[in-house]
């Protein structure tokens, strides 16, 4: 079974300053997503950046980067010139690319917050 | 394009009752995913409908039961509510069950007492 580890509880940075999250996975599949999700105090859990495993190059979405290490099984997040919208629970989520149900897996999360 | 939409926001039920939760799937989207979300936790993989069949379930007791209709909403029905039933309920949509994109709803607070 796949499991996802967040070892950060809770993270906080000044606006406009970078931070980055941390996560690790354990899987024995080599066909694979990796994804971030922020979900505000709204509840509705919306999808930052996804990584396909396959993909030597990591993925960008704006202001938001990962650093993927295959071999190690590091997943991080970068968040650049954060702002005050970032302020969210961040949680990292793998999914399988093989076979017929595609279910994500979670972390238990990271709380970040944005200070003014 | 409507996003996907959820039943009722929030609902409060007693030990032992029976609830039923809905989901609305995003326009063009025939898969349903459902996630329990305990409090301080990320959310838990309850089961999966793709075109009105179950397709896939998490480690979760028979009294967790799901149905997918011809449109593709779906319904999460819970009976014999235990205290730890109480979490957010959240549903995803996907294009199909083959895409690795899933779009969550705002989900539904359940409280049991």
């Known amino acids: 079974a796949q499991t996802v580890t967040q070892s950060q509880p809770e993270m906080s940075v000044q606006e406009a300053e970078t931070v980055t999250l941390s996560c690790t996975y354990d899987?024995?599949?080599?066909?694979?997503?990796l994804f971030w999700y922020k979900q505000p105090p709204s509840r509705q859990m919306i999808l930052v950046i996804r990584?396909?495993?396959?993909?030597?190059q990591n993925a960008t979405e704006n202001r938001f980067s990962v650093n993927f290490q295959k071999a190690a099984k590091s997943f991080s997040l970068k968040i650049s010139d954060s702002q005050l919208g970032d302020t969210a629970m961040y949680f990292c989520?793998?999914?399988?690319?093989?076979?017929?149900?595609?279910?994500?897996?979670f972390g238990k999360g990271t709380l970040l917050t944005v200070n003014p | 394009e409507t996003g996907v939409t959820q039943s009722p926001t929030h609902l409060i039920k007693t030990r032992g009752q029976q609830v039923t939760l809905r989901c609305s799937s995003q326009?063009?989207?025939?898969?349903v995913s459902w996630y329990q979300q305990a409090l301080g936790q990320g959310p838990q993989f309850i089961f999966q409908?793709?075109?009105?069949?179950?397709?896939g379930r998490g480690n979760f007791p028979p009294r967790f039961s799901g149905l997918q209709f011809p449109n593709y909403s779906s319904e999460l029905n819970v009976n014999a509510l235990e205290l730890d039933d109480s979490a957010l309920y959240l549903c995803?949509?996907?294009?199909?069950?083959?895409?690795?994109?899933?779009?969550f709803g705002p989900g539904t607070r359940l409280t049991v007492t």
């Open positions: 995803a949509s996907s294009r199909d069950r083959a895409s690795n994109e899933q779009y």
């Open positions: 899987t024995s599949e080599n066909n694979y997503y």
């Open positions: 990584q396909e495993a396959y993909k030597q």
């Open positions: 989520a793998f999914m399988n690319g093989g076979g017929s149900n595609y279910k994500l897996t």
């Open positions: 326009s063009g989207h025939n898969t």
């Open positions: 409908y793709y075109r009105e069949e179950e397709n």
